[in-house]
């Protein structure tokens, strides 16, 4: 089953999106909220597909995917009166915009392709290739292939790329579910390392290592995943 959260300010668009969602067998809807209690709804129950009005009171749609996190739901599709966000939206990687009134063939059409989506990163067969990053009054696109390490950071990850540092809102599981396995390892509880970025690897006492990085970075490996990212390592070969 998928899950589904409709976030909107207005009780009867809820309700209108939830009898069209339930029709189908795949989807259950977890969440029913306005963009007020939306983020602790998301964190709560990672949706898998996030119908998110724009225009609510005190915390509008874009408000709410930047306490979530921009990466935090897998298929995202606005929900909307107004025309003017839509620029914006994509902006985020929403998948559609739907302009209210909209018809039962519009919204399905929407509905699919993010079960497309949703089924896509579930199995692991799309991963994420950039992340979007509140920086001040701009967004930046983080390309995957561009991040050295990850780093867990409290309710945070730190995504090291040349040399800089970018926070995002995400938990270091989730993140890792985001991340291409064949190019991503975790090499201990906190850090998750490109594999064509290591340069050198040194034991230590008692089975723990160290890796270089070819930025210089050094890292710790920890004996219960140095096993796991040799064989990764020597599989890249």
Not at 89 to 98: K, M, Q, R, W
Not at 124 to 152: C, H, N, P, Q, T
């Amino acid at each position: 089953m998928m899950k589904v959260a409709i976030v909107d300010d207005e009780p009867l668009a809820r309700e209108a999106v939830r009898l069209l969602v339930q029709h189908d067998p795949e989807l259950t809807v977890v969440a029913e909220c306005s963009g007020v209690d939306a983020v602790a709804a998301i964190e709560e129950q990672r949706p898998d597909i996030l119908f998110l009005d724009i225009q609510m009171p005190e915390v509008d749609g874009f408000d709410v995917l930047e306490r979530a996190g921009f990466n935090a739901v897998p298929a995202l599709v606005f929900v909307t009166a107004y025309d003017q966000y839509a620029l914006r939206a994509f902006e985020v990687s929403a998948l559609d915009y739907l302009l209210k009134p909209f018809d039962n063939a519009r919204f399905y059409a929407a509905l699919l392709r993010a079960k497309e989506r949703a089924r896509a990163r579930a199995g692991g067969g799309k991963w994420v290739r950039r992340f979007l990053v509140r920086a001040r009054e701009k967004i930046l696109f983080i390309k995957s292939d561009d991040i050295d390490w990850v780093e867990a950071a409290d309710y945070y990850v730190s995504l090291h790329v040349g040399g800089r540092s970018h926070l995002l809102r995400e938990t270091m599981s989730a993140i890792e579910k985001q991340l291409d396995p064949d190019r991503f390892v975790r090499i201990h509880r906190g850090a998750i390392v490109n594999l064509d970025r290591v340069r050198e690897m040194h034991r230590l006492f008692r089975g723990d290592c160290t890796i270089t990085l070819e930025s210089g970075a050094q890292l710790r490996l920890s004996r219960a995943h140095r096993e796991e990212f040799e064989r990764r390592l020597t599989r890249r070969e």
